[in-house]
C-alpha cells in the first residue's frame, strides 16, 4: 500500500512537471508570436521629485495575451531570459524607449525615460551598434534616455561591462542600478562604474519607517549615493509615510503606486498634455503637500 502510495505520488509528480513543461513551451511559442501580433504593449511609471512633480517615468512591459489575458513580466521575463527571445524583446524595448523620448519631448512633456535592459540582452556583441541605430532611426535626445541594469550583470567581465557602459555614456545615456541592495551587491564596483542613480529595492523602501532595520538600510543607501554623487530614486513606494520619510533623508526621486500606477504611455502622454493646458499646478494624492 505504501508503495502504491509512492508510485502514485512520483506519478503525481510526473504528471505535474509535464504540464509545467508544456505550459512553458506553449508560452514560448506564444512569445515569439507576441511582437508581430502586436500583444506587447508598453506602460510608463512616472516617477516623481520631492514636490510630486513628475520628472522621468519607467517603461514597463505588458503582454496581453489572447486568451490567458495580462501576462505579467515577472512571468515572461525569466521565462524570456532563458528561452534566448529576451534578445528580440530587447530590441523592441529599446524602439519603443527612443519612440518614448521622442512622444514626450513633442508633447513638450519634460521627462527622462528609464527602459530596463537585461543582462543577457546588455552582452550581446552587437548592443551599442543596436542602441546607436535606434537613437539615429527615431531621432530620440540620448541624455533622455536611462538604463536600468540590475546587479548581476556585474558579476563577471566587470571590466567588459565597464568599457561598454562608457561607450554608452560617452553618447549620452545615462545608467541606473536596479533593485539596489538585492543582487550581489560590491562596494568595489560603485566607483568603479559610469553610474548616475540607484534605484532603492521596493523591498526596502515597503520597511520604512516601521522597521528599524530597513529603515537603516534605506538610510545608509542615501547617505552613501549621496557622498558618491549618485541620484536616487526610490521604486514601490505606497504610503504617505514611506514618501515623507524618503523625502527627510535626501532621496531625489520616488516611484510607486502612491503616485501613480503604470498606465499605457499614450494615457499618460493625453493626461499630461491635459494638465498642461488647464495650466494646473501639479498635485499630490490627497493634501496635495507632503
Ligand atoms: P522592476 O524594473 O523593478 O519594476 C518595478 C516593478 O514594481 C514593476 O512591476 C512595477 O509595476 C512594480 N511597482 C511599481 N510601483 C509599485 C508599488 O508601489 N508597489 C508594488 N508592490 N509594486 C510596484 P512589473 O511591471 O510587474 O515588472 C516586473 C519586473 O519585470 C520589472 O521589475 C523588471 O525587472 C521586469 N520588466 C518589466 N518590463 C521590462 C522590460 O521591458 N525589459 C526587461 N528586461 N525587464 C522588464
Ligand atoms: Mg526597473
Ligand atoms: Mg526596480
Ligand atoms: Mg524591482
Not at 513638450?108 to 528609464?114: E, F
Not at 546588455?122 to 540590475?150: H, M, S
Not at 556585474?154 to 541592495?181: C, K, P, Q, V, Y
Not at 530614486?233 to 526621486?253: K, P, W
Request: aromatic share 6%; with cysteine; proline share 4%.
Amino acid at each position: 500500500r505504501a508503495k502504491e502510495g509512492g508510485r502514485n505520488q512520483v506519478m503525481l509528480y510526473e504528471t505535474g512537471m509535464q504540464s509545467e513543461i508544456v505550459r512553458r513551451l506553449a508560452m514560448e511559442r506564444d512569445l515569439r508570436d507576441a511582437i508581430e501580433q502586436e500583444q506587447l504593449q508598453m506602460y510608463i511609471q512616472p516617477q516623481v521629485d520631492r514636490f510630486g512633480k513628475p520628472v522621468g517615468g519607467e517603461l514597463l512591459m505588458r503582454w496581453q495575451h489572447p486568451q490567458r489575458g495580462m501576462v505579467s513580466p515577472a512571468i515572461f521575463i525569466p521565462l524570456a531570459e532563458e528561452s534566448g527571445m529576451i534578445i528580440r524583446l530587447g530590441d523592441w524595448v529599446l524602439r519603443q524607449g527612443c519612440m518614448a523620448v521622442c512622444a514626450l519631448q513633442a508633447a513638450g512633456i519634460p521627462m527622462s525615460v528609464s527602459i530596463n535592459v537585461s543582462p543577457k540582452q546588455f552582452r550581446q556583441a552587437d548592443f551599442v551598434d543596436k542602441v546607436k541605430i535606434a537613437l539615429v532611426d527615431t531621432g530620440a535626445d540620448p541624455a533622455l534616455l536611462i538604463l536600468e541594469v540590475t546587479e548581476g550583470l556585474l558579476i563577471d567581465n566587470l571590466h567588459d561591462t565597464i568599457a561598454r557602459m562608457l561607450e554608452l555614456t560617452a553618447l549620452g545615456i545615462r545608467f541606473s542600478i536596479d533593485d539596489f541592495g538585492t543582487g550581489y551587491s560590491s562596494f568595489s564596483y560603485l566607483k568603479r562604474l559610469p553610474l548616475y542613480e540607484l534605484k532603492i529595492d521596493k523591498s526596502f523602501v515597503q520597511d520604512t519607517p516601521q522597521d528599524a532595520n530597513g529603515t537603516a538600510i534605506v538610510q545608509s543607501i542615501l547617505s552613501m549615493a549621496q557622498h558618491l554623487g549618485l541620484r536616487v530614486v526610490a521604486e514601490g513606494v505606497e504610503t504617505r509615510a514611506q514618501a515623507e520619510f524618503l523625502i527627510e533623508n535626501g532621496c531625489h526621486s520616488m516611484q510607486g503606486f502612491l503616485f501613480a500606477r503604470p498606465l499605457p504611455l499614450q494615457d499618460w502622454v493625453t493626461q499630461q498634455t491635459a494638465a498642461t493646458r488647464e495650466d494646473s499646478v501639479r498635485r499630490l494624492p490627497e493634501s496635495g503637500t507632503l
